[in-house]
């Protein structure tokens, strides 16, 4: 056997794994949406509702930002009963976690998995704390909060995964039309929270309307690529401001 014919043999067996190996990640998938509901609702749900869709992944924990969480502690002590959105709250944690930092405050909770939010009504539904879809009619009216969270909501796997990925998947148009419906219900003064983004949101068309929140620890280093309104990276790391005040 000459070269010429080692090499084939090399590039066939190569593809050949290589196949098996997709093959098999395929049967795994097929598996996971029969056998587990968390996995089939995120399917099942970005296909649905695939042009509204901005985060795939149903992961959350309790207190996963104490640090931002402590920032609006401090912010709310003193305000009476103020009313405050969990944008994308997955299964309730954070909206849990927020009603423990400021038990005054009535916390409202949107997603647009029906699953989670049958989770998080299960879970943590309590007096000062409602769970709406996205859509509902309930959420559609509301407005005046004096606070909104989206934290890990406006980013896709694949820009932090791909290392050799320049252009966002996730594209900035999408990112921006959320912010400016968002941005409607939040009242004078009151703080926009954002983090984990594939964006930064200082350069949304709205930025005029808010202000660079004056308090520490705002700004904040994260090992993450960052994409601008072109949709393309400009850097593998972010250290973006994370709180915002509307004017």
């Given at each position: 056997?000459?070269?010429?014919?080692?090499?084939?043999?090399?590039?066939?067996?190569?593809?050949?794994?290589?196949?098996?190996?997709?093959?098999?990640?395929?049967?795994?998938?097929?598996?996971?949406?029969?056998?587990?509901?968390?996995?089939?609702?995120?399917?099942?749900?970005?296909?649905?509702?695939?042009?509204?869709?901005?985060?795939?992944?149903?992961?959350?924990?309790?207190?996963?930002?104490?640090?931002?969480?402590?920032?609006?502690?401090?912010?709310?002590?003193?305000?009476?009963?103020?009313?405050?959105?969990?944008?994308?709250?997955?299964?309730?944690?954070?909206?849990?976690?927020?009603?423990?930092?400021?038990?005054?405050?009535?916390?409202?909770?949107?997603?647009?998995?029906?699953?989670?939010?049958?989770?998080?009504?299960?879970?943590?539904?309590?007096?000062?704390?409602?769970?709406?879809?996205?859509?509902?009619?309930?959420?559609?009216?509301?407005?005046?909060?004096?606070?909104?969270?989206?934290?890990?909501?406006?980013?896709?796997?694949?820009?932090?995964?791909?290392?050799?990925?320049?252009?966002?998947?996730?594209?900035?148009?999408?990112?921006?039309?959320?912010?400016?419906?968002?941005?409607e219900k939040l009242k004078p003064n009151g703080l926009f929270f954002i983090d984990h983004c594939d964006f930064n949101f200082l350069e949304v068309n709205i930025m005029k309307q808010y202000r660079i929140a004056p308090?520490?620890?705002?700004?904040?280093?994260?090992?993450?690529?960052?994409?601008?309104?072109?949709?393309k990276k400009t850097a593998m790391v972010q250290t973006n401001f994370r709180v915002f005040q509307k004017k």
């Open positions: 056997m000459n070269i010429f014919e080692s090499l084939k043999i090399r590039r066939w067996e190569k593809g050949h794994w290589q196949y098996i190996y997709i093959l098999l990640w395929r049967l795994y998938n097929v598996y996971r949406f029969i056998t587990i509901s968390s996995y089939r609702s995120r399917i099942i749900y970005s296909f649905r509702f695939k042009n509204h869709y901005h985060q795939f992944s149903n992961f959350t924990r309790s207190d996963r930002y104490p640090d931002l969480f402590k920032i609006a502690k401090k912010h709310f002590q003193d305000i009476e009963k103020p009313t405050i959105l969990s944008f994308g709250c997955s299964t309730g944690e954070e909206v849990a976690t927020l009603s423990e930092y400021i038990p005054h405050a009535t916390i409202v909770g949107v997603d647009i998995n029906k699953w989670c939010l049958k989770q998080a009504t299960r879970n943590f539904h309590a007096p000062n704390r409602f769970f709406y879809h996205c859509f509902s009619q309930e959420f559609l009216e509301m407005n005046n909060f004096d606070a909104i969270f989206c934290l890990a909501v406006f980013q896709h796997p694949g820009n932090r995964h791909n290392s050799v990925q320049t252009e966002s998947y996730y594209p900035f148009s999408h990112f921006e039309k959320k912010i400016n419906e968002l941005s308090f520490l620890n705002n700004q904040c280093l994260r090992q993450r690529p960052l994409f601008n309104r072109d949709n």
